[in-house]
């Protein structure tokens, strides 16, 4: 299964979760629509997010605090945790994690990654600082839901000491974690992110995979806490308003996704959602303004995510393979590494009898694999094909 490739970059200023928050906004109560949804055994509880149990500290005190003669605390904390031989974390994209859990399972996506090291740095007196990474956004699907995310990495500064009755921040040469490789550019023009809005991107980020789900009441909950905590974070409003369309409220979903296009008149995945919302709603205005829009959005990308994919898809239930694999081709020359793209130009590969090609294409699959449901998967389809292989040539 793919791994999450985790750096660790000395004196410089920068995971994954969502686009750069908005300008300062107030809070946007009319958006809720609490009746809609069957109320919560409990409150959305956020304290158990960054929350360290007796586990990370016995691991902390075996593994970093009897490990500090002259050496860097932070320096032994990420080896700590990320060292081959020692936590040995995998990458898992199916569900976000507090840090207890990302410790319990030694696995999360990359925003799990960075909640679990940026609690276990503060049980060490650690400060931290979370950024966003500007890079472009990575896309995935559930089902017909597509995600887009972006990514956060950590600054670690030095121990916090106790000044006059206070703590002290010393932050001269201040160690950067990063959850991706990115480019010395990117982290220059990384911004700091406030732990409201990174809290933000945990709630969103659930209620999303709750969304795809279909569990929409839990979804709702913790979208709404997600805006609570961080008014000015679009991409809550955008993941509330699906959930409000995947509920039969369109309406709803119309109102919000028309109060995130107010703060960005040019998101596409805003206006996406918005074009579909409209068409769903089956009166003569609201089509007539989605034509409209699909216009603006063919102008802003003529080629969306997926595109090629999409298309390629069609040719196969058709059995125009050979179309089909162009077509997966042309996606794969977008984003090389995106795993299903692999897994379904094997397939084309398959049916027109490349089996050399098609085994390629599923090893790559195996490899970038991002939850162990997919990696199974691959696993057992590369063994079937590879069976078949051996039966061919022993024809």
Same mark, same amino acid.
């Given at each position: 299964?793919?791994?999450?490739?985790?750096?660790?970059?000395?004196?410089?200023?920068?995971?994954?979760?969502?686009?750069?928050?908005?300008?300062?906004?107030?809070?946007?109560?009319? %958006?809720?629509?609490? @009746?809609?949804?069957?109320?919560?055994?409990?409150?959305? /509880?956020?304290?158990?997010?960054?929350?360290?149990?007796?586990?990370?500290?016995?691991? %902390?005190?075996?593994?970093?605090? =009897?490990?500090?003669? =002259?050496?860097?605390?932070?320096?032994? &904390?990420?080896?700590?945790?990320?060292?081959?031989?020692?936590?040995?974390?995998?990458?898992?994209?199916?569900? +976000?994690?507090?840090? #207890?859990?990302?410790?319990?399972?030694?696995?999360?996506?990359?925003?799990?990654?960075?909640?679990?090291?940026?609690?276990?740095?503060?049980?060490?007196?650690?400060?931290?600082?979370?950024?966003?990474?500007?890079? /472009?956004?990575?896309?995935?699907?559930?089902?017909?839901?597509? *995600?887009?995310?972006?990514?956060?990495?950590?600054?670690?500064?030095? @121990?916090? !000491?106790?000044?006059?009755?206070?703590?002290?921040?010393?932050?001269?040469?201040?160690?950067?974690?990063?959850?991706?490789?990115? !480019?010395?550019?990117?982290?220059?023009?990384?911004?700091?992110?406030?732990?409201?809005?990174?809290?933000?991107?945990?709630?969103?980020?659930?209620?999303?995979?709750?969304?795809?789900?279909?569990?929409?009441?839990?979804?709702?909950?913790?979208?709404?806490?997600?805006?609570?905590?961080?008014?000015?974070? %679009?991409?809550?409003?955008?993941?509330?308003?699906?959930?409000?369309?995947?509920?039969?409220?369109?309406?709803?979903?119309?109102?919000?996704?028309?109060?995130? &296009?107010?703060?960005?008149?040019?998101?596409?995945?805003?206006?996406?959602?918005?074009?579909?919302?409209?068409?769903? @709603?089956?009166?003569?205005?609201?089509? #007539?303004?989605?034509?409209?829009?699909?216009?603006?959005? #063919? @102008?802003?990308?003529?080629?969306?995510? *997926?595109?090629?994919?999409?298309?390629?898809?069609?040719?196969?239930?058709?059995?125009?393979?050979?179309?089909?694999?162009?077509?997966?081709?042309?996606? &794969?020359?977008?984003?090389? /590494?995106?795993?299903?793209? =692999?897994?379904?130009?094997?397939?084309?590969?398959?049916? &027109?009898?490349?089996?050399?090609?098609?085994?390629?294409?599923?090893?790559? #699959?195996?490899?970038?694999? +991002?939850?162990?449901?997919? =990696?199974?998967?691959?696993?057992?389809?590369?063994?079937?094909?590879?069976?078949?292989?051996?039966?061919?040539?022993?024809?």
């Amino acid at each position: 299964m793919k791994a999450c490739a985790i750096l660790l970059c000395a004196a410089l200023l920068g995971g994954c979760a969502s686009t750069a928050p908005l300008a300062q906004l107030p809070a946007a109560p009319q %958006l809720f629509h609490d @009746q809609l949804f069957k109320a919560p055994a409990r409150p959305v /509880d956020i304290d158990h997010i960054f929350a360290v149990n007796a586990e990370m500290r016995a691991y %902390l005190q075996r593994e970093v605090s =009897h490990n500090l003669l =002259h050496k860097d605390v932070r320096r032994v &904390l990420f080896e700590a945790l990320y060292r081959k031989d020692k936590l040995q974390l995998e990458y898992d994209a199916a569900m +976000t994690r507090d840090a #207890a859990e990302t410790f319990a399972a030694r696995s999360g996506n990359c925003l799990s990654l960075a909640i679990m090291t940026a609690a276990l740095a503060r049980e060490l007196n650690l400060n931290v600082q979370f950024q966003q990474v500007q890079v /472009d956004e990575s896309w995935s699907r559930a089902g017909d839901l597509y *995600f887009a995310s972006n990514h956060v990495n950590l600054i670690l500064g030095q @121990q916090r !000491t106790d000044i006059r009755n206070g703590f002290g921040v010393d932050l001269s040469s201040p160690l950067t974690v990063d959850f991706i490789p990115i !480019t010395a550019k990117a982290r220059e023009n990384a911004k700091p992110l406030e732990e409201s809005t990174i809290i933000a991107m945990y709630l969103n980020n659930r209620g999303a995979e709750l969304l795809a789900q279909g569990q929409y009441d839990q979804a709702y909950w913790l979208v709404r806490k997600a805006i609570e905590q961080a008014p000015t974070f %679009l991409h809550a409003y955008n993941t509330l308003a699906v959930i409000y369309q995947h509920h039969g409220n369109l309406p709803e979903a119309e109102r919000t996704l028309r109060y995130a &296009l107010q703060q960005r008149p040019d998101n596409v995945i805003v206006l996406s959602n918005l074009v579909q919302t409209l068409e769903s @709603q089956a009166l003569p205005d609201k089509r #007539a303004e989605a034509a409209q829009l699909r216009l603006k959005l #063919a @102008q802003l990308e003529p080629e969306p995510p *997926f595109y090629y994919f999409n298309l390629g898809q069609a040719a196969m239930r058709i059995g125009d393979f050979q179309r089909a694999r162009e077509l997966f081709k042309r996606e &794969l020359a977008r984003v090389p /590494d995106y795993h299903e793209f =692999h897994f379904w130009l094997a397939l084309a590969d398959y049916r &027109l009898g490349y089996l050399r090609e098609a085994d390629a294409h599923m090893v790559k #699959a195996l490899a970038n694999s +991002t939850t162990r449901s997919d =990696h199974d998967l691959y696993a057992a389809k590369l063994d079937k094909l590879r069976a078949y292989q051996a039966a061919t040539l022993q024809k």
